[in-house]
């Protein structure tokens, strides 16, 4: 269990304290990294379609990277925020089953935890705005993580220990599944082989071969533990990749095609059309265009 848990690292983004008012209003939030607020005073809101949760003083929340969300403060809201991306040796995220916004009371250690976060990192604001359209550019990605690699031994150690803690905070058997747990080790190996060679040709009868199972069980047994089919979850996990790669690099469509394993870009854009519902060209403009 330990070792599943400390193939995961994180690596800081921004660490800041801010006030909001009613202008803390952004529709269809999607980003690349995770998200963690402690709100101290006032009142806001994250939500979605399926999901809506009041932002109040004296707890901690989490938004996993690559979930849909709507930020919302009507009034006044104070927070500390931390924000950073996630890697695993397997490409699975912790989070892959848990893709939705969480909630918990924070503790007197969460507090000071942030506190010391912002004490080790001065300066890794995110340059004077709260909107997603001002701070998610390639540009901004690029400063943050040379500032990590200026980071001594000792810092960056404390700071991945602290994001290691809070993390730790949703990942208690009430609110946090743990079905990878129960996955097969050849669903778990496959889904790992998928994350890691995205950019390559994947089939099903490929995947099931490697497993050493008939092509018909192994989609039946990956859909069993996933809820998805083989080749869905393919599609899916190669537009979640897609759209990392179009917020955090200037790559073209076609570019971002190849290295997501697309045969050509026209192919691209019909998958991630049916994936995400609007074609790339909308979902870039979304996302520099729109207050999201």
Known sequence: MIKRVLKHTFALLNIDYVKLNSQWNYKNVISPYFRIYYIDAGEGEIFNTTDRIILEPGFLYIIPSFTLCNLLCSNYLSQYFVQFFEESSDGISLFEHNRSMLKVKATDIDILNFKRLLEINPGRGINGSDNPKVYEK???????????????????????????????????????????????????????????????????????????????????????????????????????????????????????????????????????????????????????????
Not at 262 to 291: A, C, H, L, W
């Open 138 to 292: 390639n540009t901004f990605y690029k400063a943050y993580q040379e500032l990590n690699n200026r980071q001594n031994m000792s810092t960056f150690t404390e700071t991945h220990g602290i994001l290691l803690q809070l993390v730790s905070r949703f990942l208690t058997q009430e609110i946090f599944r743990s079905e990878t747990l129960q996955i097969p080790a050849k669903i778990l190996n496959s889904i790992s082989y998928i994350q890691l060679n995205l950019q390559h040709e994947l089939t099903v009868n490929f995947l099931a071969q490697r497993a050493n199972l008939h092509t018909d069980y192994f989609s039946r047994l990956f859909f069993q533990h996933t809820g998805e089919r083989p080749a869905k979850y393919i599609q899916e996990k190669r537009i979640e990749r897609a759209q990392y790669l179009m917020v955090t690099t200037q790559m073209t469509f076609a570019e971002i095609a190849n290295q997501t394993g697309f045969e050509n870009v026209f192919y691209f854009s019909k998958i991630f059309k049916k994936v995400t519902g609007m074609s790339p060209g909308r979902y870039k403009k979304q996302i520099y265009t729109m207050d999201i």
